[in-house]
């Protein structure tokens, strides 16, 4: 069965500390991975996905296969940083999960002053 | 421009009632789909339409009935409202599903709801 997890409800650091916050996630063929970051009184929007290999925002997540998680990383937090951020696991749009996304229940991220 | 609107943004009403949200999107995409974010912040997917067919139908009451006039709109009326129903919920459109491409999906800005 499809799972992510996301162990830490609540996270909070100091402007200019790193930041990493998990995810876990369980799937029996290849997914794709996804953090979405939803700011306060805002819409969800995608941040970035594993297949991107990109850095949003200063942000970064690398997909690992063995440990099987795609935990977000920044060196630096600022304090706009604050939201509460969702990894997602999709088994693509071809894949079993018909292009649906499972959510992790999400970590809110306060980045203090 | 709006990608993916909602109307309304809030709903109050009283249990027992019957209410419709909107959803339009204008993307071009052709996969939309509702998401309920319960109190808890925790977001799960309802139904999913790709080209106005239903392809995702999840354990759902069936007083929650989706409807897709055209590819472009996706509409969520429920019958009945519960208060357990109160939540907020998110349309979402992603590209045409069969293409195989990413996954990205486009959220609407949510429609908080509240059953008294």
């Known amino acids: 069965a499809q799972r992510v997890t996301q162990p830490e409800k609540l996270l909070s650091v100091f402007k200019g500390a790193p930041v990493e916050l998990k995810c876990n996630y369980s799937?029996?063929?290849?997914?794709?991975l996804f953090w979405y970051v939803q700011y306060s009184r805002q819409r969800l929007q995608l941040l970035l996905r594993?297949?991107s290999r990109e850095s949003i925002k200063g942000f970064t997540a690398d997909l690992n296969k063995g440990e099987t998680s795609f935990h977000l990383k920044k060196p630096f937090a600022q304090e706009e940083d604050s939201a509460m951020y969702y990894c997602?696991?999709?088994?693509?749009?071809?894949?079993?999960?018909?292009?649906?996304?499972?959510f992790g229940r999400g970590t809110q991220l306060t980045v203090w002053p | 421009d709006t990608a993916v609107s909602q109307t309304p943004k809030y709903l109050v009403t009283q249990m027992g009632n019957d209410k419709s949200i909107k959803c339009e999107q204008n993307?071009?995409?052709?996969?939309m789909y509702w998401y309920k974010q319960d109190s808890k912040k925790f977001l799960k997917i309802m139904f999913s339409?790709?080209?106005?067919?239903?392809?995702i139908n999840e354990t759902v009451p069936n007083r929650f009935s989706p409807k897709s006039p055209d590819k472009a709109h996706l509409n969520l009326h429920i019958n009945s409202l519960e208060l357990g129903d109160s939540a907020v919920y998110f349309c979402?459109?992603?590209?045409?599903?069969?293409?195989?491409?990413?996954?990205?999906?486009?959220f609407g800005p949510g429609t908080r709801l509240t059953v008294l």
């Open positions: 993307l071009g995409h052709d996969t």
């Open positions: 997602a696991l999709s088994g693509g749009i071809r894949g079993s999960t018909l292009g649906r996304l499972y």
């Open positions: 339409y790709n080209n106005k067919e239903l392809i």
């Open positions: 594993h297949i």
């Open positions: 799937y029996s063929g290849s997914p794709e």
């Open positions: 979402a459109s992603s590209q045409d599903w069969a293409s195989g491409g990413p996954n990205e999906q486009f």
